[in-house]
């Protein structure tokens, strides 16, 4: 095991590769979930500043982290 | 056609001279450039001559980038430009003329001085006639990938910036090449032959595409 | 057999297939990128020997080599679908193309940064002006010019055939480019040139590679996809079917 993480003394050069590499790739994952997520968030904020407010509280329902948290 | 070609040369070139410091604020831009290098690599002959055609080629990329923002800024600003769109004339030839006007006020006048500041660098005498040959037939071709990227930029926040970030890594080949004859031209038994044909068929290739390419640019910033 | 391929050019038809498409692609990619791994860091010698002995640090172009591979590839998809916009003038192929170019942006810089670590143990330096380390920084400027443009101008449909333009614009120059920085001196131009030939790699090394470089591939069409959901959504937000989707998403 300690053998195969020192990679014959180049664990620097190869972990920082790989390490780079995923975690790049998984960064990106993230920020387009979490984009994603924005975007869906915004459009609904536009989406219900737009049609004609029935219910007056209405407005209390503006956070939707805290909607979204209620399953 | 021709007489259009004319026209519009011969338009952009009496405005220009209408404001010669536009032309002059390029040429010093590219002496200053030139002359800050030896004070911050040190003044050994051995090493200027070794760094003077790749400085004098990076110089000359900047002052012609610089001045391109101005290539079509004025027009777009006064609405001239929507105006030579709605002519009916080839869009891309009155491009070529743009440029080439732009060329002569900004490009040649870098041609001309390069002499000057290759003393500064302790070239010979043969790399001086070298570079102002390369300089001669590389700096159209920068005015002319460069109209591309200022059609593109045309109005934009931030457009010279942004220009350099689009521009500068097409001038790569004008670079090598241009930079290469003049340090082979130090060499006896090197020819520097092949440098100039390559950098006469980045000209005509560019001759023929850029302008097309610009145009295109231009309408799609102006639509 | 016809398939009408313009309807899945509509934005709103494209959504709902890439978000059925994006588990598939995600999946095989981790699969292929795990079995890649696995086949990479344990099956494989420690030290190579031949002409030119490597270590262990040869392991590093189980990701080098597929993440440029995908870094030039994905710029062909992006001058490819930017040309595709400005001919039939398709919304979604300019979309398609912006979606790439982060991605692409991303394999370029980890081509080069895994390119980096491989080069200080074998050749002795971090970086070396060789002519494909040149070429892949140019690639990487290239995509940083297209974003750069594409976020500097505010109207939507100039920022998108603006961009296209310069991606086509660097399409055609990057053979120049690439030409220049491989025989910086005509007069020996032939000499410069190196070839490595996929059939003279060791099959324990070029199966790791490949896999990874198909796992990647993977990746990009899961990654570009979501991507593109995102561009979808937020240029398609004054539509009926955007309501209807964020009513289904959004809780």
């Known amino acids: 095991m300690i053998d195969f993480l020192q990679q014959g003394g180049y664990a620097?050069?190869?972990?920082?590769?790989?390490?780079?590499?995923?975690?790049?790739?998984?960064?990106?994952?993230?920020?387009?979930?979490?984009?994603?997520?924005?975007?869906?968030?915004?459009?609904?904020?536009?989406?219900?500043?737009?049609?004609?407010?029935?219910?007056?509280?209405?407005?209390?329902?503006?956070?939707?982290?805290?909607?979204?948290?209620?399953? | 056609m021709l007489s259009v070609f004319y026209s519009v040369l011969a338009r952009d070139i009496l405005l220009a001279l209408r404001r010669r410091t536009d032309v002059l604020t390029t040429l010093f831009f590219f002496i200053i450039v030139i002359s800050l290098f030896p004070l911050g690599v040190g003044s050994e002959r051995e090493q200027l001559q070794a760094l003077g055609p790749g400085v004098v080629w990076v110089a000359a990329l900047l002052a012609s980038m610089l001045a391109l923002e101005r290539l079509f800024a004025a027009d777009y600003d006064d609405g001239t430009l929507e105006q030579l769109l709605l002519t009916g004339q080839p869009l891309a030839l009155l491009v070529l003329a743009k440029v080439l006007a732009h060329w002569l006020l900004t490009g040649l006048p870098l041609v001309l001085i390069a002499p000057l500041v290759a003393m500064q660098y302790h070239l010979e005498a043969t790399a001086v006639w070298v570079m102002m040959a390369a300089l001669a037939v590389g700096t159209p071709v920068l005015s002319l990938i460069g109209a591309i990227g200022a059609a593109l930029t045309l109005g934009l926040r931030g457009g010279g910036i942004l220009l350099s970030l689009l521009i500068l890594p097409l001038y790569v080949p004008v670079l090598v090449y241009g930079a290469g004859a003049v340090t082979v031209s130090a060499i006896e038994i090197a020819d520097t032959e092949p440098y100039f044909y390559l950098l006469g068929a980045f000209l005509l290739g560019a001759l023929v595409l850029a302008p097309l390419a610009a145009a295109a640019a231009l309408r799609i910033s102006l639509e | 057999m016809t398939i009408n391929w313009f309807k899945f050019a509509s934005p709103a038809a494209f959504y709902p297939i890439a978000g059925r498409l994006i588990p598939w692609f995600g999946g095989i990619a981790a699969v292929l990128v795990l079995i890649a791994l696995y086949w990479g860091f344990f099956e494989t010698a420690d030290r190579l020997g031949g002409s030119n002995p490597q270590k262990e640090y040869y392991r590093i172009i189980f990701v080098h080599v597929p993440a440029a591979w995908m870094s030039m590839w994905l710029y062909l998809v992006l001058a490819g679908w930017s040309a595709v916009g400005l001919v039939f003038n398709t919304r979604l192929s300019f979309m398609m193309a912006k979606a790439v170019a982060p991605t692409g942006a991303i394999f370029t810089f980890l081509a080069l940064w895994t390119g980096a670590l491989w080069g200080r143990p074998s050749w002795g330096t971090y970086w070396d002006w060789d002519p494909r380390l040149t070429?892949?920084?140019?690639?990487?400027?290239?995509?940083?010019?297209?974003?750069?443009?594409?976020?500097?101008?505010?109207?939507?449909?100039?920022?998108?055939?603006a961009a296209a333009l310069l991606a086509i614009v660097g399409l055609v120059m990057v053979p120049v480019i690439y030409l220049s920085i491989n025989c910086p001196d005509p007069n020996q131009c032939a000499a410069l040139h190196q070839r490595s030939d996929p059939g003279s790699i060791h099959p324990s090394i070029l199966i790791p590679m490949l896999t990874m470089t198909l796992g990647l591939w993977s990746y990009s069409f899961a990654a570009v996809f979501a991507r593109l959901r995102n561009i979808i959504l937020s240029r398609e937000s004054d539509n009926a079917w955007v309501r209807d989707v964020v009513a289904k998403e959004a809780v």
């Open chain 1, 12 to 71: 620097g050069y190869v972990w920082s590769a790989f390490g780079m590499t995923f975690g790049l790739l998984l960064i990106e994952i993230l920020q387009l979930r979490s984009s994603h997520r924005t975007t869906l968030t915004r459009i609904a904020r536009l989406v219900r500043l737009r049609t004609p407010r029935r219910k007056p509280a209405a407005g209390a329902g503006q956070d939707s982290g805290a909607a979204s948290a209620k399953p």
């Open chain 3, 135 to 161: 070429s892949e920084l140019l690639l990487f400027f290239l995509y940083i010019g297209y974003i750069a443009l594409h976020s500097a101008i505010d109207d939507m449909r100039r920022a998108d055939r």
